[in-house]
């Protein structure tokens, strides 16, 4: 994850439980929970993220 720019996702709605996003890789975006900056993150494409971010945005995956 050299390079790799995080900052807290939009749609996370704040607070101390956010996920935080890195847009400013080539073809990836990276992410991680933010309270454990130096932990794992997922990778995406950033197709494969576009339409999750759609989801979340559009309620899809509301149970």
């Not at 050299?2 to 080539?26: D, I, M, Q, R, Y």
């Amino acid at each position: 994850m050299a390079g790799a720019e995080f900052h807290k996702f939009s749609l996370s709605g704040g607070g101390e439980n956010c996920v935080e996003v890195a847009t400013n890789l080539p073809s990836l975006v990276a992410i991680r929970d933010s309270k454990d900056p130096s932990g794992p993150a997922l990778t995406f494409s950033t197709s494969g993220w576009d339409t999750f971010a759609d989801g979340v945005k559009f309620r899809m995956f509301d149970f």
